[in-house]
């Protein structure tokens, strides 16, 4: 669906207004959705008939809790969790490069879809290649070979 909407975006954007193409867009997760509503959940029994439905999901809830707490508390979950957090809370130039290449370089949007669907295969293509021939290869041997 990203791939899709990324492609065909740019071209409808030469047809239609934004506010149109935004509604095309947004009608596949609004329809999915929609379909979630009408799933058929089974009720899962209560394990005690005397506890009242607060006190067992207040039980619930700090039992998860401390669960989550005793996950986040490791070293080897909290780094990462922080660099990805720094990561996507530095500034970027992407906003700024979007309407050079529109309105300096006059790239269409059309281009600029297709150019998304190259890189959007081009990262299921390199993920494939991991997954298949590089997976059991030490990084240090891939990052030699790749840099």
């Given at each position: 669906?990203?791939?899709?909407?990324?492609?065909?975006?740019?071209?409808?954007?030469?047809?239609?207004?934004?506010?149109?193409?935004?509604?095309?867009?947004?009608?596949?997760?609004?329809?999915?959705?929609?379909?979630?509503?009408?799933?058929?959940?089974?009720?899962?029994?209560?394990?005690?008939?005397?506890s009242s439905p607060l006190g067992e999901f207040v039980r619930l809830t700090s039992s998860q809790g401390a669960l989550l707490w005793q996950t986040l508390r490791q070293r080897q979950v909290w780094l990462p969790t922080l660099f990805v957090f720094l990561w996507h809370a530095t500034p970027s130039c992407g906003d700024a490069f979007f309407y050079f290449l529109t309105e300096d370089l006059l790239i269409g949007p059309e281009f600029l879809g297709r150019v998304q669907v190259g890189t959007s295969l081009a990262s299921i293509f390199g993920i494939w290649v991991y997954r298949t021939y590089l997976q059991e290869v030490p990084i240090k041997e891939t990052l030699r070979w790749t840099t």
């Open positions: 669906c990203g791939l899709a909407s990324a492609y065909f975006s740019g071209s409808l954007l030469e047809t239609m207004s934004p506010q149109q193409v935004f509604a095309i867009t947004a009608a596949l997760p609004l329809a999915v959705a929609l379909i979630a509503l009408q799933l058929d959940e089974k009720r899962v029994p209560r394990l005690a008939a005397t």
